[in-house]
């Protein structure tokens, strides 16, 4: 098992916009994806990329949020757009789901079975 870290959290205010990257080399052949969590909330997932390149996104960041990935290195990222409070929480990358994923919304967690240790994001107004 290879670590992954993100990188590219911070503070931001309302409207701003921030990315986050992934190195996921060791995992290229396997779905990645970008979950997130607030504080008492659940763990949710936001978005994904498959080995086939196509993207899911949950409905709360569809439109604002883009998912992508380097191939050469096997990057992850998360642009993050037009960002609101509620944006704010823990984003988490993830490793391991099934290498195709044709739904237009992200895996469960228990479909990945590689995690970073998280990023913090707070978006202030």
């Known amino acids: 098992q290879v670590p992954m870290v993100e990188s590219g959290g911070g503070s931001v205010q309302t409207g701003g916009s921030l990315r986050l990257s992934c190195p996921a080399s060791?995992?290229?052949?396997?779905?990645l994806g970008w979950f997130r969590q607030a504080p008492g909330k659940e763990r949710e997932g936001i978005a994904s990329i498959d080995s086939d390149d196509h993207t899911s996104y949950d409905e709360a960041v569809k439109g604002r949020f883009t998912v992508s990935r380097e191939k050469a290195q096997n990057i992850l990222y998360l642009q993050m757009d037009n960002l609101s409070a509620d944006d704010s929480g823990i984003y988490y990358c993830?490793?391991?789901?099934?290498?195709?994923?044709?739904?237009?919304?992200?895996?469960?967690?228990?479909?990945?079975?590689?995690w970073g240790q998280g990023t913090q994001v707070t978006v202030s107004s």
């Open positions: 993830a490793a391991g789901a099934p290498a195709r994923w044709s739904p237009d919304f992200p895996p469960p967690a228990q479909a990945f079975h590689y």
């Open positions: 060791a995992y290229k052949y396997t779905t």
